[in-house]
């Protein structure tokens, strides 16, 4: 059987999509990727060992433009070309985002079986556009129901999470030894991760280094991962000679050992961040970005909340003062951070790619 997935841009849509993949040729069947040249699934899919079929797409437009006037003819460019590589396959699967939009046309119009993933608490607009032909929508969280068509078939998989990841809960403590001495961490002192996506997140970063300016804990480690393109400025940042010890990256490609030596993490609200951030059982205060759209960050974010998972600070609520606060907070209590990793992990799906395969596979018999 031939399964082609359609997706990618940030890492956080990447990553799923190549743990759906590896299920799905454990199981003894093809995978193929439709991207664009311009995202990370390129360099991400090579070094997982797939390939990837770039095609031409484009955000949806909401302001007047040359690119939104030219967009229609580049949209049925696009599904035109995708026809070839749908009508090879035996069931197409939508990851989510704009460029899975004429991938899936191009399904619908070859009379294929789609299967649409939705990743966050909110849905997104290419998803909700096509809930209603789709054979399955896939969700990650139960709150993203309300937003889609009543008629349409839905499925709780939760998010595939890679299977580095995965392994945190079982090997913590062997990979937090490895953490150690990776990040030239101490042992026996408290470790906070923070991060904000791939990319960064320049507005945490720069409250984080104010924090650091009032947090005076000299049992407190943090490894703090910027973002490739602020590792400089934000490192120039930094107080000289404070009493909390800080490790800088702009991106760690292994980020299992930051998961296994954390005691809690500091993150945007990506779906991707909170499905690692859960499965790996982590205690976080999550600062969702505020202009993802149809603030689905958010939304994510106080689902985990809800579970007694995290604790949350808007973006506007975000200063040095309170985030050094609501640190302090959370490791006042070791109770309540074991309490809170706890319901993280139960709240976690570890058997989303499992889950989502088979609901992939059970489309084309119709399922």
């Not at 690119?67 to 939508?94: F, M, S």
Request: proline share 5%; net charge positive; glycine share 10%.
């Amino acid at each position: 059987m031939k399964v082609l997935l359609a997706g990618g841009g940030t890492a956080g849509h990447v990553f799923p999509a190549i743990a759906l993949a590896r299920e799905v040729v454990s199981m003894g069947h093809d995978v193929g990727f439709v991207g664009t040249s311009g995202g990370q699934e390129g360099r991400l899919l090579s070094e997982a060992g797939f390939e990837l079929v770039t095609v031409e797409a484009r955000p949806f437009e909401r302001r007047v433009s040359i690119r939104a006037v030219t967009a229609p003819i580049a949209a049925v460019r696009a599904v035109k070309a995708c026809r070839p590589l749908v009508e090879a396959a035996d069931v197409v699967v939508g990851m989510g985002g704009y460029v899975s939009v004429p991938v899936v046309l191009a399904a619908l119009r070859s009379r294929r079986p789609v299967v649409l993933h939705e990743q966050n608490a909110v849905p997104g607009l290419a998803n909700r556009a096509f809930a209603r032909p789709a054979r399955t929508v896939a969700l990650t969280f139960p709150e993203a129901r309300r937003s889609l068509p009543r008629r349409a078939r839905m499925v709780l998989t939760g998010n595939p999470v890679r299977a580095d990841i995965l392994a945190v809960a079982a090997d913590r403590d062997r990979l937090a030894k490895e953490a150690r001495v990776e990040l030239e961490l101490e042992e026996g002192k408290r470790t906070i991760v923070v991060f904000g996506g791939s990319q960064g997140a320049l507005h945490l970063n720069r409250a984080f280094a104010d924090a650091l300016r009032v947090l005076d804990r000299s049992d407190l480690q943090v490894v703090l991962m910027t973002g490739p393109a602020h590792v400089e400025s934000v490192r120039a940042s930094l107080p000289v000679g404070g009493a909390v010890t800080v490790r800088v990256r702009g991106f760690l490609e292994r980020m299992e050992l930051a998961y296994a030596v954390a005691d809690a993490v500091v993150a945007r609200g990506g779906a991707t961040t909170i499905a690692e951030i859960a499965v790996s059982g982590l205690p976080s205060l999550l600062v969702p970005y505020p202009y993802a759209t149809g603030r689905h960050q958010e939304a994510n974010a106080r689902a985990l909340q809800r579970a007694g998972a995290a604790t949350m600070l808007l973006d506007d609520e975000l200063g040095g003062r309170v985030l050094a606060d609501r640190i302090e907070w959370l490791l006042s209590d070791d109770r309540r951070l074991r309490t809170m990793g706890e319901r993280a992990r139960a709240w976690s799906k570890p058997d989303a790619a499992t889950a989502l395969a088979r609901t992939v596979l059970a489309a084309v018999d119709g399922g």
